[in-house]
């Protein structure tokens, strides 16, 4: 560009004398709103080389609203973000917990609830492993939760 070429933008209605630098910034800020703002919202016709549509382009972004009234209800199936980092925070405090578990109750534990995939072996089946009762082995089943919520809540 020559060298006594001025650039102005317009504030408040006026134009304002700037620098080319300036200038170049502010218009490609300018377009680049645009572009979020309405470029990426809305569907576009397909041209052919005659200019006859050949079909659509979707909008590359879509509104929440839209897919909620088009019956989209995928906000309510999925966690949230603080239900995920309770989660996180509660097992943390539980493995914790658990390692402070003396052997005999953690392996009680490990027996009644993270044995079998996942599902755990019954109190009558370890109570014949132990040789007791199942009563007995519900009672320090119980005894044993209730010093895990206090090792957790402290």
Do not use: W
Request: contains cysteine; proline residues 3%; hydrophobic residues 35%.
């Amino acid at each position: 560009m020559p060298e006594n070429k001025q650039f102005f933008i317009r504030v408040r209605g006026q134009c304002v004398p700037v620098t080319e630098e300036l200038y170049l910034a502010y218009y490609r800020s300018k377009r680049r709103d645009r572009y979020y703002e309405h470029d990426i919202k809305i569907e576009r016709a397909v041209y052919d080389q005659s200019g006859n549509i050949t079909g659509y382009r979707p909008a590359r972004e879509d509104s929440l609203d839209r897919l909620m009234d088009a019956g989209e209800d995928f906000a309510e199936d999925c966690e949230s973000v603080e239900d995920y980092v309770f989660s996180a925070i509660m097992a943390e405090s539980l493995h914790r917990a658990l390692d402070q578990l003396e052997q005999g109750e953690r392996a009680l534990i490990d027996a009644l609830f993270f044995s079998n995939d996942g599902k755990g072996m019954t109190e009558r089946d370890y109570a014949v492993i132990l040789g007791i009762s199942q009563p007995a082995v519900f009672k320090r089943k119980l005894k044993i939760l209730a010093k895990l919520k206090e090792l957790i809540i402290s």
